[in-house]
């Protein structure tokens, strides 16, 4: 057998695979979520429904990976890893359908400009963060590019409406992916609201209401990305090296909100792939993002600061791992008013993917963003829990306050390396250094975070009880450390307080 040094690099030289398909597909996102998802289903259309269609990426922003793409000629590898059917299975695919990825930023710009102008183009996908479906006021129709992604969008389908002088059957599909609430419509306001600011004109915002689709999604599949771990294993395992190797879960599925029509387009269920077109995909996201992002990400803090370091050991563990169950069960499932029983099913298929016991899940890449992400996933439960009940969820408070205390930035002693708007962490940071270990400090601090509205939307110091119970925490935290403090609320140590 070779050595890993000795192995061939994967691209579509060194290995036979299909010739490049018509680029029908613009991807703006070439990061691991939507290689491992996206991609994967539209590789698998081509090579089991025969949709022979390419896909083009675009780096949205200066730096990233189109370079290393471009490399392998597009081509990688998806391993996916899980449960399937209740078998343990791993298998992995060689991800064709990418035909080059472009960044706009450099040499390339021409060419990504000359997109517009492919007649055969006919859908858009993207994944661009949270932070991507964004208005940035200072974007121009003559910027080369536009810094924001709507912006880019906006003038790439200007460009196309005058290069096909506003033929309608032009027009295109556009499926968001980011993990925002109704992303298509997100995205649409902004592309309209450019159109309005450059002065595009009454036919352009008519052609593109017309003429194409924004859809809503949601998307649903674990990807923790790159298997730095075990790559020498994995690279000895397929017999090539590839840098771009993606790790993903079995599970996988894609709620797409839009016209029927579509499913006749996207041949999903030829390739027996778990998508769902649908008239409304409200009830799938609440659900996806309140128990399985919500959880996630309350998780996070709570299994990190006690020494954990993976969703699956998290999940595992007697004490956390009880901890999230009662904290999903309890105190996220009863906010969300579908039939609790259902929820409850699926709650169980969510732990069960969170225990893939072949996935390293690190927390701390969950950990990015935390107080948006608490904001979306984990407040919205919070305040239906109060609504209802007239009483705080008290797990969901000390997931709260865990979070401040994770904002510290120490582990026992090490260093813990927080990833968020440089606002919040210099927020946190000077809160922090201001800390004098007592419980008047505590309140001090926990009242100064739960007023920051611009962060939750509104002023948390208004809930009853919550700057209470939060500033008992925090301080509990930082004086015992949350082994102790969480063995003594969940009794499962001997002194209570
Ligand atoms: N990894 C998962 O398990 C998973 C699952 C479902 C959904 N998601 C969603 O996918 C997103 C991306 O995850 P990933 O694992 O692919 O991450 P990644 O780091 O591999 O890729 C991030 C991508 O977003 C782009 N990006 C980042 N900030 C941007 C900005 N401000 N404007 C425009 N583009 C920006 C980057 O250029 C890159 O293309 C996450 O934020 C999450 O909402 C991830
Ligand atoms: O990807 P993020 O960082 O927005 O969130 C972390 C996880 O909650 C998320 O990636 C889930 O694994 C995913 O949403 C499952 O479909």
Known sequence: MKEVDELDQLN?????????????????????????????????????????????????????????????????T????????????????????????????G????????????????FVVSNTTEAGIAYVPEDRLEDRPQKSFPGKLAALLYKRFQFFRGDQSKGLVIIPCELIDRNGDALKEIVLRYADQWGLGVEFTAWLKEANTFCNSLVDRIVPGYPKDRIHEIQAELGY???????????????IEGPQWLKKELPTHLAGLNVL????????????????????????PVAYLYGLDTVGQAVEHEVIGAFIQSLIREEIIPTLGSPEAELNLYADDVIERFRNPFVNHYVMSIALNSVSKFKTRNLPSLLQYVKRHKTLPAKIVFSLSSLLVFYRG???????????????LSAFGKLWSGYDGTLAGAKHL?????GKQIWWGEDLNQIEGLAEQTAQHVYALTSRGMKETLEILTGKSVPRV
């Not at 070439?30 to 780096?59: C, P, S, Y």
């Not at 998806?78 to 930023?105: F, S, W």
């Not at 120490?410 to 919040?424: H, K, S």
């Not at 926990?446 to 739960?450: D, G, M, S």
């Open 277 to 300: 077109i649908v008239d409304d995909m409200t009830p799938y996201r609440t659900r996806k993002v309140r128990i399985l992002n919500g959880a996630h990400t309350a998780l996070t």
């Open 12 to 76: 579509r030289k060194s290995f036979i695979v299909a010739d490049s398909q018509p680029e029908r597909v613009l991807q703006f996102g070439e990061g691991n979520f939507l290689r491992a998802f996206v991609d994967w289903q539209f590789d698998k259309m081509n090579k089991q429904a025969g949709w022979d269609t390419g896909v083009v990426i675009v780096q949205p922003q200066p730096s990233g990976m189109v370079e290393k793409l471009n490399e392998q000629d597009g081509v990688y």
């Open 78 to 105: 998806v391993i996916l890893e899980g449960i399937k059917d209740g078998q343990a299975m791993k298998e992995h695919t060689v991800v064709e359908c990418v035909t080059r990825g472009l960044n706009p930023y």
């Open 107 to 122: 040499a390339d710009f021409a060419e990504y400009e000359a997109l517009s102008q492919k007649p055969e183009l006919r």
């Open 446 to 450: 926990t009242k100064q975070v739960l």
């Open 241 to 255: 090296k590839d840098n771009l190797a993606v790790v993903g879960e079995q599970y996988h599925l894609w709620v």
């Open 410 to 424: 120490d582990r026992n002693g090490e260093p813990i390396a927080l990833a968020d708007e440089a606002e919040v």
